[in-house]
């Protein structure tokens, strides 16, 4: 039976399927592991590990915070509501398990409590999509390097001419340039009064070669967007026409309401937690992202003093003016008198 019966779908279409599959997997979890670095847990009990708080909240929105039979604090992800609504069409008691089948039951805010990745209380989808799209990048960079690399092809008169290019081209890739031929081979590549060879491009090479830089530069943008959603900022060698410092970091405080979104939804959490379990548990930026944070604090202070500078020398500038028009006055006024 063949591949294509059996499964569906052909084996290069099972390869190409298995490609795309890790190349997304590589980036998702490349860029999981850059938001699972963005805080920093102190007081966690024994039973609970902050890897896996991050994990529960990027992928599934939301993390469950209860007590097993044991009477240790676990913590569970799909944190869904249930119960009885209050006021604002949500449940008031949770009900989840922990992946190896420990339940976290309770009233919400008496017995157990729900952290949420945001106060949107939304996953972070942003990891799929750009992975997708790196993904996808990925893949025709490959496309381009490979037709790049199989042109141009070569067009002999007779096998020995054939022969001939064909131990050039195998010396020049072995790294032995042939910088001297015979007058024979000279004669047979076209330097004499033979037709020689030619040459074919199936694809052009140049355009591959720009395609490249192209899909390049996509993907630095594509990084550098999703890392200015979570306030870090990605320095890149190119950058728009006519784009200044100031305007590159024009968009920090845009970039940073959503650190600190997330920082305040899991703050809000761990205050119930606290209460609720008698811990002291508290979460802060790590250090990465603080010092990007204190970095981007410093230049809001900068443009403000700047502002107050600008503000002052042109209100010197309008006094000065007056001063000048007041001085003309009382000349103007003795020119009359006399």
């Given at each position: 039976m063949s591949t294509k019966k059996k499964y569906g779908m052909s084996l290069s279409e099972m390869r190409a399927n298995l490609d795309t599959n890790m190349r997304y997997d590589s980036y998702f979890a490349l860029l999981l592991c850059a938001d699972e670095m963005m805080f920093t847990y102190d007081g966690l009990p024994e039973t609970v590990d902050e890897k896996h708080i991050e994990d529960y909240l990027n992928i599934s929105g939301s993390c469950g915070w209860g007590r097993g039979s044991d009477g240790n604090i676990y913590i569970a992800p799909y944190a869904g509501r249930t119960g009885k609504i209050d006021q604002y069409g949500e449940g008031t008691e949770l009900d989840c398990d922990t992946p190896n089948g420990i339940n976290i039951k309770g009233v919400i805010g008496v017995d157990v409590a729900v952290m949420y990745n945001n106060t949107a209380r939304f996953p972070q989808t942003d990891l799929i999509f750009d992975s997708m799209t790196m993904t996808e990048l990925d893949k025709s960079s490959t496309s381009n390097v490979i037709f790049a690399r199989i042109a141009p092809?070569?067009?002999?008169?007779?096998?020995?001419?054939?022969?001939?290019?064909?131990?050039?081209?195998?010396?020049?890739?072995?790294?032995?340039?042939e910088a001297v031929v015979s007058e024979n081979l000279a004669d047979m590549l076209g330097f004499g009064q033979s037709e020689g060879i030619k040459t074919i491009d199936m694809f052009d090479h140049p355009e591959r070669v720009q395609y490249l830089q192209y899909l390049s530069q996509f993907y630095d943008v594509v990084?550098?967007?999703?890392?200015?959603?979570?306030?870090?900022?990605?320095?890149?060698?190119?950058?728009?026409a006519q784009q200044s410092t100031d305007e590159i970091h024009g968009l920090d405080s845009v970039s940073w309401y959503y650190p600190l979104n997330k920082l305040k939804a899991r703050q809000d959490?761990?205050?119930?937690?606290?209460?609720?379990?008698?811990?002291?548990?508290?979460?802060?930026?790590?250090?990465?992202?603080?010092?990007?944070?204190?970095?981007?604090?410093?230049?809001?202070?900068?443009?403000?003093?700047?502002?107050?500078?600008?503000?002052?020398?042109?209100?010197?500038?309008?006094?000065?003016?007056?001063?000048?028009?007041?001085?003309?006055?009382?000349?103007?006024?003795?020119?009359?008198?006399?």
């Open positions: 092809l070569f067009s002999c008169a007779d096998d020995k001419s054939k022969q001939a290019v064909k131990e050039i081209i195998e010396n020049v890739i072995a790294g032995n340039i990084m550098r967007r999703h890392f200015s959603r979570r306030g870090l900022t990605i320095k890149t060698p190119t950058k728009a959490a761990l205050e119930e937690v606290n209460r609720i379990f008698g811990t002291d548990i508290k979460v802060r930026f790590s250090d990465i992202w603080e010092q990007e944070y204190q970095a981007y604090l410093l230049r809001i202070l900068q443009q403000d003093v700047q502002g107050e500078r600008e503000t002052e020398g042109v209100q010197n500038d309008v006094d000065s003016v007056d001063d000048v028009q007041e001085t003309g006055d009382a000349d103007q006024s003795d020119a009359e008198s006399v």
